[in-house]
């Protein structure tokens, strides 16, 4: 599914992304909304194109392959699927605290290759630049000229503060279900998400809005939501 990320000014700034087609910069910052928290994501140029281009007549594959010259992400071949890895990944974004771990392995795992089996999905992939097991030189396509330290060590707390929840009225930070709620009908029903993905928006929604949350807040959240949104599609068809 598709996850919220972040985009540094100094993202438009990088030669090295200058090097590139306007439209495959904004492909390698689309690749960032559909890689796990690794910076992994299978590579399927045509499935791609559907959830990043919808509306323009574009070559992925060939972006794909720009990108992977310009030593912006590794193409690669592992548990019989084609695997894209964007190496900086980790170093410029901080992925929610409760999305789930990669399922997809690293370039450098056992049994990872960079050459290429031919594309399943309708289009050629072209042969890996590097050696088996081998990174690019891992260039910084988006560099932050006066990097603090702290700032991913201290991430995490900093951006989501009220996320840690007191269901028993020992404090404060109690999931509001009626907002919740309200948030979820005007933002994420609209969007028409396949069903398993609207809970995961839904926390990343609230964590966003420093909202507080729990599974079950969540759950009941969005079934108030769904109910809302039928009665007031029952109300518009009212004569």
């Known amino acids: 599914m598709a ?9 438009f700034l ?10 495959w910069r904004l ?13 992994r994501l299978v590579d399927r140029p ?10 323009d007549a574009l070559d992925l594959d060939a972006g ?3 990108l992977e010259t310009a030593g912006l992400i590794v193409r690669y071949h592992a548990d019989n699927r084609a695997i894209i890895a964007i190496p900086t990944f980790d170093r410029h974004q901080q992925p929610h605290l409760h999305e789930p771990p990669s399922r997809l392995p690293a370039p450098d795992e056992n049994g990872a290759s960079t050459v290429h089996a031919p594309d399943t999905h309708g289009a050629s992939t072209s042969a890996g630049r590097y050696a088996h097991g081998a990174r690019p030189s891992d260039p910084d396509p988006d560099p932050d000229p006066d990097p603090d330290p702290a700032d991913r060590k201290n991430a995490p707390a900093s951006r989501h ?3 840690k929840l007191h ?15 309200a948030l979820v009908l005007r933002e994420i029903l609209p969007l028409g998400l396949p069903g398993p993905d609207v809970p995961e928006a839904a926390k990343e929604l609230a964590a966003r809005r420093h909202l507080p949350y729990d599974s079950r807040s969540i759950t009941n959240a969005i079934a108030s939501a769904q109910a809302q949104a039928k009665k007031q599609g ?6």
Do not use: C, H
Not at 46 to 55: E, I, N
């Open 64 to 66: 794909l392959r720009a």
């Open 167 to 181: 269901r028993n009225g020992s404090g404060t930070d109690k999931p509001q279900v009626p907002v919740l709620a």
């Open 14 to 23: 990088s030669e090295q992304l200058a090097g590139v087609a306007f439209e």
């Open 234 to 239: 029952s109300l518009a068809r009212s004569p």
């Open 3 to 11: 996850r919220i990320r972040s985009l540094k000014p100094d993202f």
């Open 161 to 163: 503060p009220s996320r």
């Open 27 to 39: 492909l390698f910052a689309g690749l960032w909304t559909q890689a796990d928290r690794e910076g």
């Open 46 to 55: 045509m499935r791609l194109k559907a959830q990043l281009f919808p509306y």
